[in-house]
């Protein structure tokens, strides 16, 4: 396993650390420490608190996006993810977007993922067919984690669904491993 590609850099982060341990940064500025909230940064510099005492025990971080979409703070996301590239470059950052759509616009949200966020790996929705993945699968160093089950409890509404005695998201991660 190369360190050239995404996996083989997860891997490799998993073995130095000893760890399977993904650490979401999903910032929510009210629940901050207020000398934290008072900073003009708060966001990245909280992130920036939680990545250096995790970083030792972590095997990746995992950014989910709407987070900072909703506050305006796509800056300080990329602040973060280049922060941790530069101070932690062995420890791999997948973008949870959760992305999915028509090709054109899977091709730019790849763009945007890999090109401007400069993301290691980022999550796919693929229940719009797998040609809203294909653009994402076009960055081979790069990582794409599909969706087949999520654990929110509405998820049974339709992932849990059966067709040819198998559920609708069993087929998803069968498609996907290449079954």
């Known amino acids: 396993m190369t360190e050239a590609t995404f996996i083989g850099r997860l891997y490799a982060a998993a073995r130095r650390n ?11 500025p009210e629940k901050f420490p207020e000398h934290i909230r008072a900073l003009p940064q708060a966001v990245f510099e909280f992130n920036r608190r939680i990545i250096d005492a995790t ?22 996301l990329l602040a973060t993810i280049r922060y ?10 997948i973008l949870d977007s959760k992305r ?15 090109g401007r966020y400069e993301a290691d790996a980022v999550t796919v929705n693929p229940y ?5 993945v294909e653009p994402f699968l076009k960055w081979s160093d790069r990582g794409v ?15 849990d669904l059966v067709s040819d005695g198998r559920t609708l998201y069993m087929h998803v991660a069968e498609r996907a491993a290449g079954q």
Do not use: M, W
């Open 55 to 76: 970083a030792g025990y972590a095997c990746c971080f995992k950014p989910q996006f709407a987070h900072y979409a909703a506050l305006g703070a796509e800056d300080q």
């Open 18 to 28: 000893d760890s399977l341990l993904c650490v979401g940064l999903d910032p929510e």
């Open 100 to 114: 999915g759509d028509i090709g054109s616009t899977a091709a730019r949200y790849a763009q945007e993922s890999f």
């Open 145 to 159: 984690i599909l969706l087949c089950r999520t654990s929110n409890p509405g998820a049974r509404d339709f992932q």
């Open 84 to 93: 941790i590239h530069e101070k932690y470059p062995y420890l791999p950052v």
């Open 128 to 132: 719009l067919g797998f040609d809203s």
